[in-house]
């Protein structure tokens, strides 16, 4: 008896520590000329922070993801192998940086805005060229330049970076 409950403590123990690896997938680097995925934080300009759950339309929204610092016309990468699983967009309207990509690996599902992917289908390899981040500067003078990351169910990726 005592080593049934001995044994079934082990298998909790084991069960517990693979949940918490899934937990601590880490995304590789996403932009060129920035190996450290480095995070927007508040702009002085009148856009805001890039934070997930920063304040959005004067307050009446909250942002839904994560703003990871990126140049205009920067190669944007695969941070983990990945499959392409079509266009996802920010907004209804057109305008210059109305595009980007719903994407899955690592048992995540998240999206990735403000960049022109070079195909919306198929596989990719860590590091391999997702596309080019489209011209933020054009429509929003002043910003941090970025790629908008969003998980599909909308929950917080921060623990990911
Ligand atoms: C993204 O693609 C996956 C896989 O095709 C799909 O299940 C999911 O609904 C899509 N998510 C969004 C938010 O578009
Ligand atoms: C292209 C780009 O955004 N580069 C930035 C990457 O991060 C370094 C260090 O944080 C910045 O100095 C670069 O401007």
Redesign the pocket.
Known sequence: MRLYILFSFLLLAVICSCLVDASQVKFGPL??????N?KRGCDETKYGCGNYGASRGGGKRKHEGLDI???DG?TVYAPFDVKLNGKAVPYNNNNAINDGINLSGEGLCFKLFYVKPDSYSGTLKKGQKIGTLLPMQKVYPGIT?HVHVQMCDKSDPTKYF
């Open positions: 932009c060129s000329g920035n190996s450290s480095r610092v990126c140049a920067a330049s």
